[in-house]
């Protein structure tokens, strides 16, 4: 991504969309944040140290989810995030979170 203005990169915000194809009538279920409002809500993923960004700066980064050992529906996911630009040195940020379902 490129960063659009100065700012701080606090986190990332994380939803999911899927379509049940199995049924007679194709349905579709989008917890974005643009969709219409259901039960689901959007996940937010706040790092424990913010990175500072400049415009046109670059962000990339990755995401890792995997059940969770103990229990299957639970999800351990970490999160991977680095800011290149020209004026320093790469900043990163790598977290761990735990969703519960």
């Not at 700012?7 to 990332?12: K, M, P, Q, R």
């Not at 050992?69 to 900043?91: T, Y």
């Amino acid at each position: 991504m490129k960063a659009l203005r100065d700012d701080v990169l606090n986190g990332f915000v994380g939803w999911f969309e899927c379509f049940f194809t199995d049924c007679h009538i194709l349905e579709r279920l989008d917890t974005s944040p643009f969709a219409k409002y259901t039960h689901w809500k959007q996940s937010m993923f706040y790092f424990d140290e913010h990175l500072i960004v400049k415009k046109n700066d670059t962000i990339t980064g990755n995401i890792a989810v995997r059940k969770n050992v103990r229990n299957p529906r639970d999800l351990d996911i970490k999160i991977w995030a680095s800011v290149v630009d020209k004026r320093s040195k790469n900043r990163t940020s790598t977290n761990k979170y735990f969703i519960m379902h």
